[in-house]
Nanobody
Framework: HLQLAESGGGSVQAGGSLRLSCVASGYSDSNYQMGWFRQAPGKEREGVASIDGYSHERYADSVKGRFTVSKDNAKNTLYLQMNSLKPEDTAMYYC??????????????????????WGQGTLVTVSS
């Protein structure tokens, strides 16, 4: 049974950086679809970045050029490096995985696409 645990959230000023981590435990294979999602108060959950079992990355337009997703298979850890943060990046950030798919393709940033494991989230607050 896969478990995901996020960390690294916090409060930063606009223009600052944070790196989120998501440690996966309870499953040995790391070649499956994973993603980062966020949900701001009063808004729907949205995809931020993803990386599949072929190491192909996808990003939401709103974070392209500022966020970078990466994975360390040896540590079973997914990362999200967030630079040039903006107040509109404020949200709860979640990592998710779909153990049934090596890649979700163009659906990789859709939270309802098939991600069947979710972490509890880590809060990111960006002040202006």
């Amino acid at each position: 049974h896969l478990q995901l645990a996020e960390s690294g959230g916090g409060s930063v000023q606009a223009g600052g950086s944070l790196r989120l981590s998501c440690v996966a435990s309870g499953y040995s294979d790391s070649n499956y679809q994973m993603g980062w999602f966020r949900q701001a108060p009063g808004k729907e959950r949205e995809g931020v970045a993803s990386i599949d079992g072929y190491s192909h990355e996808r990003y939401a337009d709103s974070v392209k050029g500022r966020f970078t997703v990466s994975k360390d298979n040896a540590k079973n850890t997914l990362y999200l490096q967030m630079n040039s943060l903006k107040p509109e990046d404020t949200a709860m950030y979640y990592c998710a995985s779909d153990l049934r798919a090596r890649s979700l393709g163009y659906l990789a940033l859709e939270p309802t696409a098939g991600y069947n494991y979710w972490g509890q989230g880590t809060l990111v607050t960006v002040s202006s």
